[in-house]
């Protein structure tokens, strides 16, 4: 009873920032710069959606639009993201190659933090002259080093006897990949889907999209709220907005990423 309270009290403390966001959306301006602060809403109102949706009408581009792009590009790019990593991890789990150091360079990845590829990838976006396109949200997101190690770790546990009597039975290397091994992984790549539409549902392409018609969501929110106080409680609103689509997702897909933190692989 102790552990099941202490893990349910920081449950709770672990809900408050997003519990303070919801609610920040529908505090009136003089709450929101209320000192000291409140946690909770005196006199709730609707005016920061109402202020938000007014603001986005007056946009160059209609608001339908940048909502398009962003779900195109996160469709694309997360489902890009897991093939392509779960194509890269499966011969280096289940084949004895000469290249296997490749995967040490790529655990080695995870040490730098992505700052540093922004000029990187400014260099090759418009060395490959798809600046101001679609392909300059996707392309730098297809190959996540995060997915290579996620998808490795797991293929690595399926039983070598299970792709060994496939082969047998005449199955083809492409059908053991996608009829075996991925319905094997389902927890781990319904775990890369949470975290490859995450990291891009947030992408602005900052550097490398100019043309308003291409630009995202988030890029849309964050030009209104640059207009000063007074568009703080449609920034916020607009928070609330943008941090829904990843909370869907992972409610939808909670069950497998449960069962990847908790369940230790297919074993023999």
Not at 69 to 89: D, E, H, K, Q, W
Request: charge should be positive; include cysteine.
């Amino acid at each position: 009873m102790f552990i099941f309270l202490f893990l349910a009290a920081f449950g709770a403390f672990m809900a408050l920032p997003l519990v303070y966001a919801v609610v920040n959306a529908f505090k009136p301006l003089n709450e929101i710069f209320l000192f000291p602060p409140r946690f909770f809403v005196q006199h709730p109102t609707l005016g920061n959606f109402f202020m938000l949706f007014k603001l986005t009408a007056n946009l160059w581009v209609p608001f339908s639009r940048y909502i398009f792009n962003s779900l195109f590009i996160c469709v694309i790019t997360t489902a890009g993201s897991v093939i392509i990593c779960s194509l890269a991890a499966y011969p280096l789990a289940k084949y004895n190659l000469s290249f296997k150091w490749l995967f040490s360079i790529v655990v080695m990845t995870l040490l730098f933090n992505g700052t540093v590829l922004d000029i990187p990838n400014f260099i090759i976006i418009s060395k490959l002259n798809i600046m101001n396109t679609y392909w300059a949200y996707v392309l730098p997101n297809l190959a996540v080093p995060l997915g290579v190690f996620l998808m490795k770790q797991f293929m690595t546990q399926i039983p070598d006897s299970l792709i060994e009597a496939a082969r047998i039975d005449g199955a083809s290397q492409y059908t053991i990949f996608w009829r075996i091994v991925m319905p094997s992984v389902k927890p781990a790549w319904l775990t890369l889907v949470i975290f490859s539409f995450q990291a891009i549902w947030n992408q602005q392409g900052i550097g490398v999209i100019f043309d308003e018609e291409l630009k995202t969501m988030p890029a849309a929110i964050n030009q209104i709220v640059q207009g000063g106080i007074a568009r703080t409680g449609a920034a916020m609103a607009g928070s609330l907005f943008l941090m829904t689509p990843p909370i869907v997702i992972f409610l939808l897909t909670q069950k497998s990423v449960i069962e990847t933190m908790v369940h230790s692989g297919i074993k023999e």
